[in-house]
């Protein structure tokens, strides 16, 4: 079976490769770059399962096992932004050092600082079938960055329960407790009843 993740975000492939390819008992798992696909969807869906599904969408055809993830990070005090703008917080053109800066100037002088993370994991099984899974993570935004592992928004995200930032954590750690995590084991159960 030909197995694809709908992703450009190396980060996010290092973080699901592994289990994934446990999951379902493949040897490789395609990029859209390997498959000569360049081009993304417009990502214009008003909620992580609209874009999750319109990125494995763009990529599935018949045969193709295709999965593709939407997440980002909601900030109570901020009404739920950055929501599904999360890569692009700080505008088209933005990176990560960007968007965690005006992550907290946004948040400055706010003390309600609870956040969390959510993935949404969609699934295009061969026949065309779709499925999607939701895992979320809950936080507090810190004042300043910590840590120098993961990516995106991880060195604002505090875990209280292990009291480290997500960015301070190993990468089995973070897949232990994150919101990528949690979807990837729902996944799990939900591919296992319907490959069997
Ligand atoms: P693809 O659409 O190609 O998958 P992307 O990075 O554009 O890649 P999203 O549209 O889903 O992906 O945006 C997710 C953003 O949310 C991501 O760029 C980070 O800023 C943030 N994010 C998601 N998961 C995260 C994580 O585990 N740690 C830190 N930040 C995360």
Redesign the pocket.
Known sequence: MEAVIA???KN?VTEMEGILREILGVSHLYTPGELGINE?PE?NGKTFEENALL?ARFVWKPGRFTIA?????CVNALGGAPGVF??RYAGETSD?EK?NQKLLIELENISDRSAR?V?VIACKLPDGAEFTVRGEANGVILNEPRGKR?????PLFYFPSEGKT?AEMTSEEKNAF???GNALRLLKIELSGRLN
């Open positions: 992703t450009h975000n996010k993304e990502e990125k993830d939407d997440s980002g990070l999360s890569a990560s968007n993370f993935c993961g990516f995106g928004y991880d997500f994150s919101h990528r």
